[in-house]
């Protein structure tokens, strides 16, 4: 067994994902242009995806746990080429959400399986070392996520941003039948469905309540019913699919901490970033990728020496750090938003990224190091599940704050102007990345200075969201650091093998 070649196969499935994540991100204004889409229909091209990943990702990582774990990413894989495929036909932003939700449902499968095989392959020290290599390949998918994003969608078109996945999807297939062995728990002897079904159903329902504002009562209410059978099912069952009894750990929910700040305040600029260098500063879709690199570059470097220091220091350390970092970025980035200036933007977005780095390959192995080795996927599923929910929460307010913010600067600059603009769609298709189409709606001699609001309107929104991105960070990092043992990897696997005996 090769366990190099283990880790970085399994390293590349969950990279896959972030790829795809990244790539589309840049593609977003391209696809409001080709599709006619509005900023909603954005959000569900985004939200679509994410919402049945997230509402899977604990499920089906049990079911990793109990079937095998590499069967689970072969089926996994397979999924997400084939959706990757109708994304790229797609001729509407209906049918591409539709696409969207199959790759998600496809994506589902990925992140458990291959941390838990992960996990199963490597222990003590070597699987810290291991983590690091993981975070580091994720860093590398980001970087080159924009830049081939910007790439493809310039030269190919946005629809190639999909199609690219099929050639290594094929390519990771090979491999995974070739070298990856299969693990699985040797304990999980009955499938918890209730459980598995109530907690998607719940998952979704309030993640749907997010994204359209239509019926929201009735589908929290939903929710909330599905929550308390959820609870109850779990209370009761043998081997339940979310072992209750994590949430009584500080450790966990430091972990947990961790993971949402990670995802809610830099994970997920790597959406709002393009927006604002496109819309703002007018950009192509290739040169807002490699104006990213400031913020991708650490995103690669930054998880070796975070898993360096958390040998030495342990998780409290490296991800207070962490956190405190992205918290000062995002401020930074809030300040230099509205000045329109791309070298000071740049810096803010280093210090972010190095914060980011430190954390992406850290918060999954604190989650990890509070859950037994043999629900490797369960845990695996629950840290990717954390860290993409935040993000579709985060898609959501973010989304809200932004075209809020936009609207009033535009609506106060038009006044000043005396300019007729029926700000809120102006905004939004501004947003979106559709100016041309929105300034059709002017008359010809108000079109230039009205495309100077609307960039403007643009830099101030995005300013409040990096504020709002700040204070969650710098949330997070202070329930971490009140909430995580000062300890290393090692002695909190030693002490959660204490209480598991």
Known sequence: MNKKIILFTMATVTALVTLDTTIVGVALPSIARSLHATFADLEWVIGGYVLCFASLLTPIGLLGDQRGRRRAVLVGVS??????????LAQSAALLTIARVLQGVGAAFLPPAALGIIGHTFRGNDRVRAFGV????LGLAIIAGPIVGGIVTSQLGWRWTFLINIPICCGLLFAIARWVPDSRDPNAKHYDIVGCVTFASALFLVTWSLIDPHYVAVRLLGAAIMLVVFVTVERRHPYPMLDLSLFGRPAFLGAVAAGIGYAAAAQVLIFFFPLYLQNAFGYSAQASGLAMLPFAIPLFIMPRIGARASA??????VLATGLGLVAGGDLLLAWSAPLLHYAVFATAMVVTGAGA??????????LQSTIPTDRGSMAGGLAATIRFTSILLAVAVFGVVLSHAATIDITRRAEEATLAINAAPFARRGIAGDLAGALLTMPQSARLISAEIARLGVASGIAWLMLTA??????????????????TYAERVGAAALVVD
Do not use: D, K, Q
């Open 79 to 88: 999924i997400f080429g084939a959706a990757s495929l109708l994304c790229g």
């Open 134 to 137: 993981w975070g580091a390949v």
């Open 312 to 317: 030495r220091y342990g998780s409290r350390v």
């Open 357 to 366: 780095g430190m954390l992406n390959g850290e918060t999954a192995l604190a």
């Open 470 to 487: 700040a204070a969650i960070a710098a949330g997070s990092g202070a329930l971490v650091w009140r909430l995580l043992p000062a300890t």
